[in-house]
């Protein structure tokens, strides 16, 4: 009885734990896989070309955190310019709820970077060791000098990207020219051969031999897509009442009038899923939405004569022979706040200023009697020059007849990013100055008057 309980037990733990099984996507042709490879090429393509983009004498992307200043071409932030990534963060964010709620897991199929460089990967492992039959082939075959030289190359050929990739992530922190200028010195400092050789790393695993394992386990979003899912999201969907009962046919014959569906079991749409899930059964989480299985059993029904569409994007709804409805309430909720914080941030950038000024007034005494009939009110201005170029500052204060400016007596100059904290010392009239007044401080570029910014505080004279 222990023993039969122990191998019961042993099977239900070999259907939990099923070793996963290596995957080979067959190459499809179709207006869905030039789509993906177009946007796999062109995110690469500017992930590897946009760090050696040189604008105005700096690197055009280039996040500089030893100096604590990112230059976005013509834009350079610092960290007191955290709103603008908290707001792109949100941004991106109802991006990811808009598009899913719309149209499911576009993010995935098209512009995920995971689904970029796996892409990349595959199209390495096709052209050094075949097709998918050759690739299962050479797997299943004993290992030869050719078999070999295959593996190796291939390996190789992925190394290297993987190597330059990471370098190329490491050049968007560290100014990618001098980077590789000490990498061939061998001058490169440890920390930056750590984080080349990690992300060397993370790509050759990910890519190359995790792949969809990091999609149907690692990543989170598969697992909460549904919640912005609902019976009117653009979903890829296999259409049962057209294509059941399975069965083949000879091409061009009437599947209906065999007692049979458009679906003659090829399992093609299968062999070419990246993730290897059979969309006939219905949406999984597993589906990237890269409209592979489209493509391939489009393909089929050309060859069978019968109407495209087996398997489309379309809705629940529509599956159920209701009518879809596109605009719906989440959906405006999502363009809404989308196009709101695009435009706030939008707007903030256009207008920002690259100056800030915050005033302090010295709480150690309300005023000083200096002159005789004068009264002197201190402060402490924080002045930070958020251009990418040093500027002088000139300072006035208005808001109180008869008040003057006794420090500093010369502009206040600041190199690019710098901050300075400046004891400034006004001075006005006791019998002008009496209670508590309002005044305006301005800080002005002398060489570029656009760049002026104003703040107010209190000026504190003796009870009327």
Known sequence: MKTALTHAQADAADAFY?????????????????????????????????????????????????????????????PQDFLYLALLLIIAALSLFFFTALAGRLWCGYACPQTAWTELFIWIEQWTEGGRSQRMKLDRSPWTAGKLGRKALKQTLWLALALYTGFT?????????????????????AWALFWILLYSLA????????????????CPYARFQSAMFDRDTLIISYDPRRGEPRGARRRGSDARAQGR??????????????????????????????????????????KMGSARGLIRYTTEQALRGQRTQLLRPRIAVYAGLLAGMTGFLGYSLLTRMPLIVDVIRDRNALYREVHGDRIENTYSLKVIN???????????????????IAAPSAPIALAPGSVSTVITRLEAASVQAQGVRPITFTLTAIDKPTITVSETARFIGPRP
């Open 18 to 78: 099923l070793a996963s099984q290596k995957i080979y996507p067959r190459e499809i042709d179709g207006r869905f896989a030039r789509l993906r490879k177009s946007a796999a090429i062109a995110l690469l393509g500017l992930f590897y070309a946009l760090a050696w983009l040189e604008w105005d004498g700096h690197q055009a992307l280039l996040f500089d955190l030893p100096a604590r200043k990112f230059h976005i071409f013509a834009l350079t932030l610092w």
């Open 169 to 189: 992530f490491v050049g968007y922190f560290t100014p990618i020219h001098s980077l590789g200028a000490q990498i061939i010195a061998g001058q490169a400092g």
């Open 203 to 218: 790509t050759y695993g990910n890519a190359g031999f995790l792949r969809e394992q990091v999609c149907k386990y690692m």
């Open 261 to 302: 569906g458009d679906c003659i079991d090829c399992t093609l749409c299968v062999q070419v899923c990246p993730t290897g899930i059979d969309i006939r059964q219905g949406l999984q989480n597993e589906c990237i939405a890269c409209g592979a299985c489209i493509d391939a059993c489009d393909s089929v029904m050309d």
């Open 386 to 404: 958020l251009d990418d170029a040093p500027h002088r500052y000139r300072l006035s204060a208005s808001g109180v007849d008869s008040l003057q």
